[in-house]
Structures are given as C-alpha cells and as structure tokens.
C-alpha cells in the first residue's frame, strides 16, 4: 500500500506544473444548482457537475481555454475557463424555449429537468427525483415519495409508506444512506430505515442506484437510495409553507404541517442551509386479523376486532454549512435530527379456543401511563440524528475527498400498559362462507356484559433500542489521461446495537371483572371492515393510564430473549478504473473489499425453568468474521446524443439482521412454541446482470427499457415447523435459515414526455409512467418441495400520473399499483403469508398566486386502500386494515 501511494504521489509531482484544475459551479436563474451539467473542452475533455452543481475540470498549462456548457431544457452557454482564478467561477444557465413544441422550462417541469439531466449523466443505472418533483406530489414523508419511482414499492404501517422495496427485494436486501453514508435503523430486530420518519420536506434530491460502483458500500442487493439533504446556497433563500387538513377515519382528526427554510451566504466563503419541518395527524385505524387452521375444511382458529386511534407528530431540523478555503479546498458540516411521536391506544376483542359452539372473548386495552408525556396512550418515541464533519480538496492533479460521521437511532417506549379482560363459554357461530369477511357471531349482550369478563392479567413495560454508527471515509482519484482516472479509496463503519426491555405483571386490588372499572363503548360507527364487526364496552385508556401499579412481577416470557447487544466493524477498500472508450463509451472496472466483523450477546429463557431475576438468565455470546470480494464491470455506451445504453455486472451482499444472528433460546410451554436464533447464518450474496436502454426527448422526457437477472446464493427465510418434537410434544418451531439458491429475473419499462400533440391548453400534459415485472424462484426451503418466490418480491408493480400545467395552475392525478407478494414462508403453501395487491390513487393541485405565493390542495388514498395480508389463498383474509382519504390544503411563501 505505502508503495502504491508513493507512485501516486510520484504522478502528481510531475503532472502539477503541466495541468492546472479549475472549479465552478452551475444554477439556474433563480440561483438554484443544476446537477448533471456537462462541461465540456474544445479538444474533448469534459466534466460533470454533482448533486450542488459543482464541477472540476483540468486545463493542459496556464492560458484560458473555451468550453461549452449543455443542461437538457437550457441554452448552451459558452465559457472561459480560467487557470490563473482562485475562485469558483459561477456560470448561470437560461431555460430554453423551443417554438415548436412550447416547451417553458419552469415550475414541475424545472424539476424533471434537473432529475433527467443526472440521471442522464451517471455511468450506473440510476432514477433520480429532485425537491421540485417531491414537491409535486401530497407526499408528507420520503417513503410515499418514493412508491413513485420505477421498481420501487413499498410497505405500510398506519397508512403510511414505511419500508421499502426495490425490484421486488425486500427491504432488508435494500440500503438507504444520507447523503452517502448509511442512516442507523430505530428498529429492535433488523437493520431497515423507517421511511416515514423522514419529512420529504427536507430532501433536496433522491437518488436510487439500482446498479452499484466498487465506491459504493455493496449492501445493497435490489438497490441504494441515497437521500441528498439542502445545502451550498448561492444567495439568500427564506421558503415557509402551512397546510391543514383532516383524517375522516377518526372523528376530529386533522393533519397540521409546516416546513421552513433559510439559507445564504455569510461570505463569499461560508454559506448555510438551516431546514426544519414539524408535522402533527391526528387518525388512526379499523382492523380485523384471522388465524386459521389447516383441517380438511379451513377453520377459524383466532379472530381479532382492533381499533386503534392514533397521533403522530414529526420534527425535523437540518443545519448544513460549507466554507470554501479556495477553489481547490472545501470544508462542511452536514447536520440532521428527526424525531417521531407516535401516541396510540389499540382496543382488541379476541375470539379463540372455539369447540362446540362456544368461543372465548378476551378484550384488551392498550396504551400508557396517564403523564403529560405518555397521556394515557402507547408512546413510541423514535429518534435519529446524524451529523458528518468532511473535506474536499484538489492537490495537483489527486483529488481527494474525506469524511467523517456520526448517527444515532433510537426508539422508547416508557410505560406501555396493558389490561385484559376474558369471558369464556360465549354461545358462537363461526361463519366462513366468504373468507375475505369471515367471523364469529356473538349475540351484542355477551359482547357488552362487562360484570361476565374477568380479569385476567395487567402488564406495563419500558422498551429501549438504540444503534450507534461512526464512519470515517476517504476516496482519491487520479486522472491518468485525458477523460480516464483511477479512483480508490477506505471506509470503516462501525456499529453497535442493543435492545433492552423489560416487563411487569401486576394485579389490581378490588378488580375481579370490568364492571369494576371504568369502560366506555369503543364501537366505530361505519367501521370500515363492515358493520358485523363490533368492539363493545372496554375499560377506558384513561382508567388504564391511572392506575398506580406497584409489586409487579417479572414477566420473563415477555422480554428475556429479545434483549441483545451486537457490535459490528466493516472495514471496506476498493479500486476502480473509469476509462473513455473513444468517443461514446466509458467503463468502469475494479473491485470493492469488505471485511465484516460481528460479536453479539443474546439470552436464553425456558419457561419451566423459569428465572427468579434477570441476573439468572443464560447468556450466550458469539462472533462471526467474514469477508467477501465484490467485483465490478460497469459500461455505458452512447448511441446518439441522447439514446444511452448501460450494461452492468455487480456482485451485493446483504447481512442478516442483528437479531436473526443472536444465540437466544426461547421456548414457550404454555403455547407450546419454539424459536431460536442461528449463529450460523451466512451473508447473502448476489451476482447482479443489469442492460438498461434510455432515450431523451428534446421536449423534456424519456424513454426507458430495460432487464435485470440475479443469482442469490444464502438467501434468508423464516423456518417454521409446527410438528417439531420436543419434551414429548409437538411445538411450533421458528428460526430463520439460509436457503441455497435464488434466482430473479425481470424488466422495465418507462415513459415521461409532454403530451404536445394535444389541441390547445391541453398540449401542457405531461404523462408519467413505469411498469416493472419480476420474476422469482427459490431452491433450498427445509420440507419444502415446490418452488417458493422470493419473499417481499410483487411480480407486477405500476406507477402513473397525469398532469397539467400552466403558469399559475398545475394539476395532477397519479396512481400507485403493486402485486401481491410473499411476506412469510410457512411449513407448507396453507401457512405461506402473502401482502395483497394494492392501488394509490392520489390527487393534488397548486395556484401561484405570484412568483412567491402558492396555494395548494391534495387528497389521498381515494381508492380507500387497505393494507391486506392473506393466509395460502387470495380470498383468505389474515388482516385486512382501513385508513380511509386524507387530504390537505395550505399556503407556501417563498421569499427568496
């Protein structure tokens, strides 16, 4: 290594005195950046600016040289590059207007342009989706603006998009970074970033890499989002927006919002971008869950009524800063803090234990201690910050670049409460004559006769998870000829994570049944399931949150093997050669390295045994080291000016959660149930194939198709038995396991372009759609003969929007679909879980009133989509739960 950096050291003194770099920046009228520029050279040197518009350049000697700025909807500029200049030189695009087709380059279709242009101009496949197109949309978190992005759908809790998938992976086969590094999951079992946690409000750019480069961390198997927060003003900017609107799921529930943001420059050196976002809905939910059983003709075994009313406020604040030394050294700060309050009560009836006409009704109340902070409800207080301290600098002809960062995410959940209450020998009819709407029939008195349920237990709990993250990155690259460089670089992440729960069990002095507490009849009116499901009389939230617990007892079950700690180390290098293969084609070809450490802590419980304190429990420690070898052969070919075709062979890998790696042991007696982690897991490692074919219209658009396949070898699945013998009976057997062999295979299709042959005012729509299918197979399911898809993977999935615009008036209606796909593997195809179907539709509409004074409407889920699982058959319900619309309406000032 010491030798390799002498040689580069060596080419740098001797090429310094011959070329000279010069920097600059690209905006556009209104001072914003424009990435994906191209800056090109008389004699065919040539450039790209990045995500800020920023661009570097070599200059053979010390004279002034002529280039030629070109941005797809902008004027070509010519420019003087100056060598002599310690400056950024900042060059200032016009929009172009083309007489023939009327193309203006404004408003929504500013930020197609952006987008268009970088992704126009990344070697590797990539979408891109700018602020202007987020913007667009009645998106509130960076998760449901990404369901828009071709290939990419996604998963949702409480109505909202959460985890992601892209190409049909599921998310944890998927990475979402922060402005290049990795952001730390909140979550107590998996490494997944929770997408509604991060206000759309404070993106400027979106970028999915569906194909990756040897500099880009390689856990990333479907694909790489990478979130580019504001920063690097060029002048004063002060935007603020207000929006108000309602939930019509939950009497009185409104949604209230508002963003801010202000940045300039301090100096002709220092420059800031302060951000924030506050987001507060008041909602919730209408769920009905099955369980059914595998007899000759399926049975109900278990049925939940859940109602669950929910608030949920969001904060967010980002402060970035940068400092130019001069044009060839740079230095910044990038800061970001996001917070998620989520307050819900859960109120389930549960029917079980049905034999001979009679079932068992247990009902449940959920929520937390009666404070100011809890305010008798579950609180679930997710947190993440992130802040990175990094420099860029030109020595010579080595460019280098460097950073450190740190994050953190956490979640708490102080004083979750629960009580329970149980009537047996309830008279019953099981009705499954439609297994989407199936049930138990109840007469209305048994389900409301609170002097019948008896109490049947109290439990309160405090949860704790918490991730660290610290990086520390550098990257050098070293131009070798004209338009060819050689790039290498090292990163360390490391990471540490840990979950510590805990639970009480009590009993309340004076309650034997729920008459002698405080109940109220939580029965929705036009509950969304359907009027056959009703909830009846509860005890109240507030009862729950005032009741003074004290001398519970450790309810081990509950918590004793789901705590763990894990520390984790990836030490990475790679090297890469970027070579221009005449005139229209580039390669990329090199190799990424990375070495992963692990060492973990879990526990062990066995209920028989029992424990008598948490000093009793069994811990069990273990480690695991592994490295892998990534190659990479990346190559795009232009065709035309603008027809691209990129053809890429990566290698991914994905390791497994934390919690799947943990030694626990955890067997349940009383239910008769079994699960275990395994130690013994292997990364997953995936050979990717990707051929993508673009071509871009002079009017502002694009076509695309392309195919993708993967290999996967060691992918993960839940193992479930429900006959595995142990103490001479049979349980139900869980633990997750490496199948041998996967395979995928697909393709997608795209489509953006104003609809300009239309008559008149209608010649500004613009259509945007997508449609991506995938392909899976699996081979290595224990027990399993047939061929299993890949889990999280939806065969079809489909995007659409079609909008007008005007000076003053945009309006757009746009369309989420994605296919139904496997959530869990079962011990056979009766057991196997699928996410049903499901289709977005959403409407959204803006006035400006002036150049710096927008009003705004949206509305969404008009289709009223459900999120719906289902057990082996489509029309076997499992859980099928309603958000019903929402809409918004405000104001956005932009003061510039």
């Not at 310690?86 to 016009?94: A, H, S």
């Not at 740190?406 to 009819?429: H, M």
Request: aromatic fraction near 12%; charge should be negative; hydrophobic fraction near 35%.
């Amino acid at each position: 290594m010491k030798k390799y950096l002498f040689v580069c050291l060596a080419l740098i003194s001797l090429g310094a005195a011959a070329q000279t770099t010069v920097k600059g920046r690209i905006l556009d009228e209104n001072n914003f950046p424009l990435p994906g520029a191209v800056i090109a050279q008389e004699e065919g040197r040539y450039t790209v600016s990045d995500f800020d518009g920023f661009f570097s350049i070599y200059i053979d000697g010390i004279e002034s040289v002529n280039a030629t700025v070109t941005y797809t909807g902008f004027e070509n500029q010519e420019i003087v590059l100056d060598p002599a200049s310690d400056r950024i030189q900042l060059v200032v695009l016009q929009p172009s207007v083309n007489e023939l087709d009327e193309v203006v380059v404004s408003g929504f279709q500013g930020g197609v342009v952006k987008s268009l242009n970088k992704q126009k101009n990344d070697i590797n496949i990539t979408n891109v989706v700018s602020a202007d197109q987020v913007g667009k949309f009645p998106d509130a978190n960076i998760g449901d603006a990404l369901k828009r992005i071709s290939g990419i759908t996604m998963q949702y809790d409480q109505g909202e998009a959460r985890d992601i998938i892209i190409r049909g992976f599921s998310p944890g086969l998927n990475s979402v970074t922060l402005n290049g590094e990795r952001i730390p999951s909140a979550e107590g079992d998996n490494r997944r970033v929770q997408m509604d946690l991060i206000p759309s409000d404070m993106i400027q750019l979106i970028e999915v890499s569906k194909t990756l480069t040897p500099d880009m961390e390689a856990d990333a198997i479907g694909g790489s989002v990478n979130l580019v927060t504001r920063s690097n003003p060029n002048g004063f900017r002060l935007s603020t927006s207000i929006s108000g609107g309602a939930n019509p799921v939950r009497d009185g529930g409104f949604n209230r919002n508002m963003t801010f943001i202000l940045a300039d420059k301090l100096s002709d050196k220092l420059g800031y971008t302060l951000s924030a976002s506050h987001n507060t809905s008041d909602y919730g939910s209408d769920n009905i869950e099955f369980e059914w059983d595998d007899s000759e003709t399926p049975e109900l075994k278990e049925q939940d009524i859940r109602r669950y009313d929910v608030k949920r406020t969001r904060r967010s604040i980002a402060l970035n800063l940068d400092y130019d030394i001069n044009s060839t050294n740079k230095i910044y700060f990038k800061s970001i803090y996001n917070s998620r309050d989520d307050w819900e009560n859960r109120f389930r009836v549960r029917f079980d234990d049905f034999e001979d006409g009679e079932v068992r009704i247990r009902k449940q109340t959920k929520g937390g201690i009666g404070n100011d902070r809890n305010d008798n409800r579950r609180l679930e207080d997710q947190r993440t910050y992130k802040f990175a301290f990094g420099g860029e600098h030109q020595i010579g002809k080595l460019a280098m670049d460097w950073k450190y960062s740190f994050s953190q995410a956490s979640e708490k959940r102080p004083d979750e409460r629960y009580i329970r209450f149980d009537q047996k020998g309830v008279a019953a009819t099981m009705d499954t004559s439609n297994a989407e709407f199936p049930g138990f029939i109840v007469a209305a008195s048994d389900l409301n006769n609170t002097s019948e349920f008896k109490f049947k237990e109290a439990q309160d709990a405090q949860k704790t998870t918490e991730e660290d993250n610290n990086s520390f990155r550098i990257n050098f690259q070293l131009p070798y000829s004209e338009n060819d460089y050689i790039k290498f670089g090292y990163k360390l992440n490391q990471k540490s994570k840990m979950r510590d729960d805990i639970w009480y069990e009590y009993e309340i002095d004076g309650v034997d049944f729920m008459s002698n507490t405080s109940t109220d009849d939580y029965t929705v009116p036009g509950y969304l399931p359907g009027s056959q499901y009703t909830h009846g009389q509860f005890a109240t939230a507030e009862y729950l949150g005032g009741l003074n617990f004290s001398g519970g007892e450790l309810l081990f079950e509950e918590f004793a093997t789901g705590n763990y700690s894990a520390d984790e180390a990836v030490n990475a290098a790679y090297l890469m050669f970027v070579d221009k293969l005449g005139q229209s084609t580039t390669v990329i070809a090199g190799a990424r390295l990375e070495s992963t450490s692990l060492d973990y802590v879990g526990y062990a419980y066995d209920e028989e045994e029992g424990a008598n304190s948490i000093a009793d429990l069994e811990e069990i420690a273990g480690s695991n080291n592994y490295s892998n070898i990534l190659p990479n052969l990346t190559v795009q070919t232009k065709l035309s000016e603008n027809f691209i075709l990129n053809g890429a062979y990566t290698v991914g890998i994905a390791r497994p959660s934390y919690f799947e790696l943990v030694p626990y042991q955890a067997i349940n007696s009383a239910d008769l149930e079994i699960a275990v982690g395994n130690p013994d897991l292997e990364a997953t490692v995936s050979n990717n194939f990707d051929l993508m074919g673009e071509y871009y219209f002079s009017n502002v658009g694009l076509i695309t198709a392309g195919i993708f396949a993967k290999d996967i070898d060691n992918w993960l699945y839940l193992f479930s038995d429900d006959d595995y013998q142990f103490r001479g009976e049979s349980y139900d057997y869980e633990q997750v396991r490496n199948g041998r062999t996967a395979s995928v295979n697909g393709f997608e299709l795209g489509l953006q372009t104003r609809l300009s042959f239309l008559p008149g005012f209608l010649g500004n729509t613009t259509f945007y759609g997508n449609y991506t299918y995938t392909n899976t197979s699996t081979d290595g399911v224990a027990e399993r003969g047939d061929d299993v898809p890949l889990v999280g993977a939806a065969e079809n999935m489909f995007n659409a929007s079609l909008a007008y615009e005007s000076n003053k008036f945009f309006l757009r209606a746009s369309m989420n679909y994605a296919g139904e796909s496997l959530d869990e593997i079962g011990g056979n195809i009766f057991e196997d879980r699928y996410y049903d179907e499901q289709l977005f539709i959403d409407l959204n509409a803006t006035y400006s009133i002036n150049d710096r004074v927008r009003i705004f409407a949206e509305a969404k889920n008009l289709t009223n989509q459900p999120l719906r699982y289902y057990q082996g058959l489509a029309d076997r319900t499992m859980q099928l739960e309603y958000y019903d619309i929402n809409w918004n309406v405000g104001i956005k000032v932009d003061l510039r």
